[in-house]
């Protein structure tokens, strides 16, 4: 499904609008509600409110598995940039990590 709605032209952003435009849809649908059914009482106010919230988290969710769609599976989990040598399945070599001993290094010594 996500695949499809990419091929549709659907971006992460647009889900992320989506997403704030409905916490500010249920504010204001809640807002609306208190003053045009003043007779119906804060119940239905309420439910109107929570009903168009409940909106937000799947816009977010949408847009985070949209974002992974678009090749951002690295930002979407907050690893940033690239790394050559895992793309490739290498390991990345460190001054830290010793191969032969599959541990770590020995500190560096200073001779005295």
């Given at each position: 499904?996500?695949?499809?709605?990419?091929?549709?032209?659907?971006r992460s952003h647009h889900a992320y609008t989506a997403?704030?435009?409905s916490i500010g849809l249920a504010?204001?649908?809640?807002?609306?509600s208190t003053q045009a059914?003043?007779?119906?009482g804060l119940d239905r106010a309420d439910r109107w409110g929570i009903f168009i919230g409940e909106w937000a988290?799947?816009?977010f969710a949408l847009g985070v598995a949209?974002?992974?769609?678009e090749g951002?599976?690295?930002e979407a989990m907050g690893m940033g940039g690239t790394m050559p040598e895992m793309e490739?399945?290498?390991?990345?070599d460190t001054d830290v990590f010793d191969r032969t001993s599959s541990g770590m290094s020995r500190p560096a010594t200073t001779s005295r």
């Open positions: 499904m996500i695949r499809m709605l990419h091929k549709m032209g659907i997403g704030m435009a504010f204001a649908s809640w807002a609306m059914e003043k007779t119906h988290p799947t816009f949209l974002r992974m769609e951002g599976a690295r490739r399945g290498m390991e990345a």
